[in-house]
């Protein structure tokens, strides 16, 4: 099984608003990551948690705001967003190796909507 | 640093015609090659892999050589479906931070597909 869940599948939500992505799987993986899919465009890295620790944040504005409370769930807390963070969030997971070339499994996404 | 370039497309084609779809990178290093298709509305699903260089990846009826000489990995099915119709993207992962461990996977633009019955 290579499910990697993800809810809500849709958010609207106004720009003072607080409200929180999750992100789960049951595979093992010790790596999890969080992208930003514009449309029309590639996923963009925002976050990597590699044994439930940050270990890359790509610059990413603090009005998002990652958590792994354990191995299996990955959440992204939202405040005071702006409407250009509109766009489809992608969770992922992969098991680590020391090459950093592993096959990541994606969710299929929360649409989110800000207004 | 990584990159990959692949065809954008819009690339339309009728049903039961050969695909290709041109991809090429440039990485330091050994990287893994992948093909992802985003069918829309949904999330990125693998499509096919190739860890090293010669690897073959295949799935669905879509094909994929590792070719390091030529740092490409095309993308080729030989009859299209209209069920085919999505956008494909390359991609590769590498360590490209010291010390090894998780890191993110480096996509092309993606290509459009639309198969036409």
């Known amino acids: 099984d290579t499910e990697v869940t993800q809810t809500p599948k849709h958010l609207v939500m106004g720009m003072t608003n607080k409200k929180s992505l999750k992100c789960e799987q049951h595979?093992?993986?010790?790596?999890m990551y969080w992208y930003k899919q514009k449309a029309k465009k590639p996923p963009e890295l925002m976050f990597v948690?590699?044994?439930?620790?940050?270990?890359i944040n790509e610059s990413v504005p603090s009005r998002f705001s990652p958590e792994c409370p354990n191995s299996s769930l990955l959440n992204l807390h939202l405040h005071a967003l702006q409407p250009e963070d509109s766009a489809l969030y992608l969770c992922?997971?992969?098991?680590?190796?020391?090459?950093?070339?592993?096959?990541?499994?994606f969710g299929p996404g929360t649409r989110l909507l800000v207004l | 640093g990584d990159s990959v370039t692949q065809m954008e497309g819009p690339v339309t084609l009728s049903e039961e015609a050969f695909l290709t779809i041109n991809c090429t990178y440039t990485?330091?290093?050994?990287?893994?090659l992948f093909w992802y298709v985003q069918y829309p509305g949904e999330g990125l699903q693998l499509l096919l892999k190739?860890?090293?260089?010669?690897d073959k990846g295949s799935n669905k009826g879509f094909e994929a050589t590792y070719r390091k000489e030529t740092t490409s990995f095309h993308l080729e099915k030989g009859s299209v479906q209209v069920s085919d119709s999505a956008v494909y993207f390359c991609?590769?992962?590498?360590?490209?931070?010291?010390?090894?461990?998780?890191?993110?996977?480096?996509f092309g633009k993606g290509t459009h597909l639309i198969i036409q019955p």
């Open positions: 990485a330091t290093g050994y990287p893994s």
């Open positions: 991609a590769l992962g590498s360590n490209m931070y010291s010390g090894g461990g998780a890191d993110g996977l480096t």
């Open positions: 190739a860890t090293k260089a010669d």
């Open positions: 992922a997971s992969s098991q680590p190796t020391s090459g950093g070339r592993e096959t990541q499994y």
């Open positions: 948690y590699s044994y439930e620790k940050l270990s």
């Open positions: 595979m093992g993986h010790r790596a």
